[in-house]
Each structure stands twice: as structure tokens, then as C-alpha cells.
């Protein structure tokens, strides 16, 4: 029982530390902004190999006040096993460019390809991700000025399982490594986050997180808090 206690309190006792860390980051920079990632998905599980999800998604920034951008995601995974994934993704996006002489929605095309791993040890759920994403601005051509912006990223989680509890933390990290013609390249920002997800039966699932981004390799790095809503409905097939 006093080991419990004590796994409980040192869990806690990360998740402040961590929201004390990246919020006192924060408040250091000039180029800080607050950001809200409101989606909805629909998940459809054709059998134990294969699940599809559609997601609408809308991001505001400027402190909340504009929107920054707006998509349409499609996602296939395959489970290779118990622990092994392979996914790919589809993004269609509407990217509202406030900058400049030229203003105004963007539409940009976005694909990324992933393999992640799980497991587990005692209460903990460990999750490993590394993807490769592509997106180009339609309609502008390499002539023009417009290449492949790249990223290799790799992410990696954990939660937790409190017994008879069904807000359990989540807390990831993720490191991008930036790839593209006419750019400085390398590794370009990391993202930390944390959440919890609430399922209800016939209803659907409901997910809150905190996430802080951080520019890397920049004079005067961006940095964004952002808080984000989800909604799940999982459809099974029968």
C-alpha cells in the first residue's frame, strides 16, 4: 500500500514539475502565444488489424484571437502486433497567412508516414513515435519558391493507470528535426504536453492537454502554450 502511494506521488509530483518548468519558459519570451487545437475525430475499427480516423481540427493563435489555421485529416494505422504500428496520413489545410503584402487562406497539402511501439511496465504505458511528414503549398511551384517543408520527428509518452480512476495523466515529448531547400536545417523545435482523456459509453471520448513549443536555433525563439479539446467516436465494426 505504501509503495503505491508512493509510485502516486512521484507521478504527481512530475506533472507539476513539469507544467512549472514550461510555464516559467514561457514567461520569459517576448514572442510567447497562446494557442487553442479544438478537434473532432471519428474512428472507425474495421477489425483488430486495421482502424481509420477522420479529423476536423481548428487552431487559433494571436492569444487566441484569430484563427490561425484550419484542416481535414484522414488516418489509416495497421498493428503489425500487440506492440508494433505502421501509419500513414492525409492533410488538407486551410493556413491563414496575416503576414506580408500578400494576406489571406493558404491552401496547403500535408502527408506523413509513422511506425510506433508500445508497452508496458507495471501501472505505466510507454509509447514511442517516429514519423516523417511533407507538406507543400498547392498551387505554387518549386520555380516559385515553394519546397518540400520536411520534419523528422520522433515522440515519446507515458501514462499512467490509477485504479478506479478515469483520468489518467499522459505526458509526452516530441523533438523535430526541420529538412528543406533553401533553409537552415536541423533540429527545429520541441513540443511537451500534457493531458487526460474521459470515455463515456455510447457517447464518446473527451480529451484535454497542455502543450508548450518551443523554437530551437533561433535568436529569438517562438514559443507557444497551447491547450487543446478533442472529441472521439469510435465505431466498431461488428
Excluded: C
Aim: aromatic share 14%; charged share 30%.
Amino acid at each position: 500500500m505504501k509503495s503505491t502511494i508512493n509510485k502516486h506521488s512521484y507521478f504527481i509530483a512530475l506533472i507539476v514539475f513539469t507544467m512549472v518548468i514550461t510555464t516559467g519558459f514561457s514567461q520569459t519570451e517576448d514572442t510567447n502565444d497562446l494557442e487553442n487545437w479544438s478537434s473532432i475525430n471519428l474512428e472507425y475499427k474495421l477489425n483488430k488489424k486495421w482502424s481509420f480516423v477522420l479529423e476536423e481540427q481548428l487552431r487559433l493563435d494571436e492569444n487566441i484571437s484569430e484563427i490561425g489555421e484550419y484542416f481535414t485529416q484522414l488516418n489509416t494505422e495497421y498493428s503489425l502486433s500487440k506492440k508494433f504500428k505502421i501509419g500513414v496520413g492525409l492533410r488538407y489545410i486551410k493556413e491563414n497567412d496575416n503576414e506580408g503584402k500578400i494576406q489571406g487562406y493558404e491552401d496547403h497539402f500535408r502527408f506523413h508516414l509513422e511506425t510506433s511501439y508500445k508497452h508496458k511496465i507495471d501501472n505505466f504505458t510507454l509509447k514511442y513515435r517516429l514519423r516523417y511528414q511533407n507538406k507543400n503549398e498547392l498551387g505554387v511551384s518549386n520555380s516559385e519558391g515553394d519546397y518540400a517543408n520536411q520534419n523528422i520527428r520522433f515522440k515519446t509518452s507515458i501514462e499512467y493507470n490509477f485504479k478506479k480512476w478515469k483520468l489518467d495523466p499522459k505526458i509526452s515529448a516530441e523533438i523535430f528535426n526541420h529538412l528543406e531547400k533553401g533553409e537552415e536545417n536541423g533540429f527545429s523545435k520541441y513540443r511537451l504536453s500534457i493531458g487526460t482523456d474521459y470515455k463515456l459509453k455510447k457517447i464518446g471520448t473527451f480529451g484535454l492537454f497542455y502543450g508548450f513549443e518551443k523554437e530551437l536555433n533561433e535568436t529569438i525563439p517562438k514559443t507557444k502554450n497551447i491547450i487543446g479539446l478533442k472529441y472521439t467516436y469510435t465505431i466498431k465494426n461488428k
